[in-house]
């Protein structure tokens, strides 16, 4: 990815990480390994575990710890009501930003 598409991914990251865990609970790597298989290869753990932790402070998930058949407990996220509230919020913006775009791109008035 270069410059512009990671500094837009940077932008939208949490509404995505939010969109699933919208399909199911899931913990760090896991969310990941799912992203990179569709497609966001550069995106790294770190910045996922980071973004975990301030969407766990901002209380739109909840946590369970689940023991791990290798190391420490997986800390498993749940998105709770508030995060469903707030990733509702993320498409309703996704969607105007996308339908301005998209007249600003066809060179709509």
């Known amino acids: 990815m ?12 949490e509404g995505i990480v939010l969109a ?4 199911r ?3 760090g790597y896991e969310i990941t390994a799912w992203l990179r298989e569709r497609g ?3 995106i790294a753990e770190g910045t996922i575990y980071a973004l975990l932790v301030r969407i766990e402070q901002r209380g739109l998930v909840d ?24 990733l ?8 105007f930003l996308a339908d301005r775009l998209e007249e600003l791109r066809r060179g709509e008035d």
């Open 63 to 86: 946590v369970e710890k689940v023991p791990s058949e290798k190391g420490p407990p997986r800390k498993v996220y749940t998105l709770n009501a508030q995060g469903e509230q707030s």
């Open 40 to 42: 966001f290869r550069d």
């Open 2 to 13: 270069g410059k512009q598409d990671t500094e837009m991914l940077k932008g939208v990251l």
């Open 20 to 23: 699933v865990l919208a399909r």
């Open 88 to 95: 509702g919020e993320f498409w309703r913006t996704w969607s």
């Open 25 to 27: 609970p899931a913990y």
